[in-house]
């Protein structure tokens, strides 16, 4: 009785203060230091020579027509002096391994080299990044302007820049269907307000998307939505170029001047100074070792080669090496998985040459009549229905003829001896095969089907099909 009055004397239930946490992180703006040096110069000239030739290319001319032109109208991808329709997707689905294994291959071999040097997100951030800076200022000066009230300065700084990044952004999206419809045309419809809804659509939207990915996300981008830093690991091994901070020489970090005896106070050559930190374009602190943030675009070791160089210590604290290089390992680089790759990548790249330098621009179908079997003829001969398709692949008209093979005796009637197919187009006719019966073995042979130019021996297709006959 004594417990259960205690436990009626308690005061009620009082619960503790609630403690909120959002799950949301705010994304705090990162202010990259301009850097120069060797990798800084690389990585310039490879955002000079991509941007170059993305927005060149569709101003170049071959032949009377665009030279890179995906006309999905009328079905036909122009390449130079190559045209491709849908029955080449073949060369597509090799290409598109094609960059996969190299990919792999060069992760394996060096990292992260597209991340950093030739990725879009990386090279329409650093054009992004560099209308910043002639804009508003080097990274002291934004950080200031952000900081500072909203002044009649500030106001016309951050208009600018926007707008300059709006400008290159319409820019972008303009050039991206310009691939698709031919670019000189697509300029003179958007002068004219004449632009149709799916090339409005595309090019407002390619127009948001840089705009959006490059001025705004930037490194957004490359940590949370990019699916490549997460599986990256499984392509690296200790003998994968990386770029690392050299612990054991740098540690323990600390200032000191430039003439102090730092050894003496069991300094390493790392003097904090935190220069590779503001120029890391993601934020992140290389010195706490090997990150998937990293996107492998060397801008540390460039400023902490600066540095060295000014303290009058040995470059390389931060450098490309590899894993067991640190552990004071012997180095592989050409070892098993290399090896793999190059060779997938050389029988890949030898298969796609040989195929294209063989391929004939022409296209032949057989469709065997299945709701007739067979007929006999009043000669006595048996005789299947076809349906042909040729498809002139070719930009010039040709004359083409129709011949049968593969068994003796047969022959192949068709509607007219000779084919006119003007360019780029499908014909389509029927034919018969008649046969002797006689020379037919079994209820069914295979038979050929030939269709040759007339006006040019190199255009040439055999096609094989089934030709049906009596029970014996």
């Not at 990798?39 to 955002?47: D, K, P």
């Not at 910043?132 to 000066?141: L, Q, S, T, V, Y």
Request: glycine letters at 8%; one cysteine or more.
């Amino acid at each position: 009785m004594a417990d259960l009055a205690e436990v009626k004397a308690r005061p009620p239930f009082q619960p503790a203060d609630e403690v909120q946490q959002s799950l949301y992180a705010k994304r705090q703006k990162i202010y990259a230091r301009e850097v120069h040096g060797l990798f800084a110069g690389l990585r310039i000239a490879a955002v000079v020579a991509l941007l170059g030739i993305y927005y060149g290319l569709p101003w170049v001319e071959w032949g009377g027509r665009q030279a890179v032109l995906f006309d999905l109208p009328a079905r036909k991808f122009y390449l130079f002096g190559l045209v491709l329709w849908p029955q080449d997707f073949f060369y597509l689905a090799v290409l598109l391994i094609i960059a996969a294994y190299s990919l792999f291959f060069f992760t394996a071999l060096a990292g992260r080299l597209w991340c950093g040097y030739a990725c879009p997100q990386t090279v329409w951030t650093e054009v992004f990044m560099w209308i910043e800076r002639k804009i508003e200022g080097d990274r002291a000066k934004q950080m200031r302007l952000d900081k500072g009230p909203w002044t009649r300065e500030k106001v016309l700084k951050k208009g600018s820049t926007q707008l300059a990044w709006l400008l290159l952004s319409a820019y972008t999206g303009f050039t991206f269907v310009g691939y698709f419809t031919p670019i000189q045309e697509l300029g003179g419809r958007i002068l004219a307000l004449d632009l149709g809804p799916w090339e409005t659509f595309w090019v407002i939207f390619y127009s948001l998307a840089t705009y959006g990915n490059a001025g705004w996300m930037r490194e957004q981008v490359c940590i949370y939505m990019c699916p490549y830093a997460r599986f990256q690991s499984a392509m690296f091994d200790r003998d994968t170029l990386i770029i690392s901070y050299d612990e054991g020489r740098g540690e323990p970090r600390g200032s000191r001047a430039k003439s102090a005896d730092y050894k003496a106070r069991g300094l390493g050559d790392c003097i904090d100074c935190t220069m590779c930190v503001q120029v890391c374009p993601t934020g992140i602190d290389i010195r706490h070792g090997l990150q998937y943030q990293c996107i492998g675009c060397a801008a540390c070791i460039d400023v902490c080669d600066d540095v060295m160089e000014r303290m009058e210590y040995p470059k390389g604290l931060i450098r490309y090496t590899t894993e067991n290089a640190i552990a004071g390992k012997p180095t592989h680089v050409l070892r098993p998985r290399v090896f793999v790759y190059a060779t997938i990548l050389i029988t890949l790249f030898g298969g796609l040459a040989y195929a294209v330098s063989q391929r004939v621009p022409l296209e032949l179908d057989i469709i065997r009549d299945r709701a007739n079997l067979y007929r006999e003829t009043p000669e006595g001969l048996i005789e299947n229905v076809y349906e042909v398709k040729i498809i002139n692949m070719d930009e010039r008209d040709h004359v083409y003829r129709l011949a049968a093979g593969g068994l003796e005796g047969v022959t192949l009637i068709a509607p007219q001896p000779e084919l006119r197919v003007p360019a780029g187009e499908v014909y389509s006719l029927p034919i018969q095969i008649r046969l002797d019966p006689a020379h037919l073995k079994g209820v069914s042979a295979d038979v050929t089907v030939t269709l040759a130019s007339v006006d040019d021996p190199s255009l040439i297709r055999t096609e094989k099909t089934r030709f049906m006959g009596p029970r014996i």
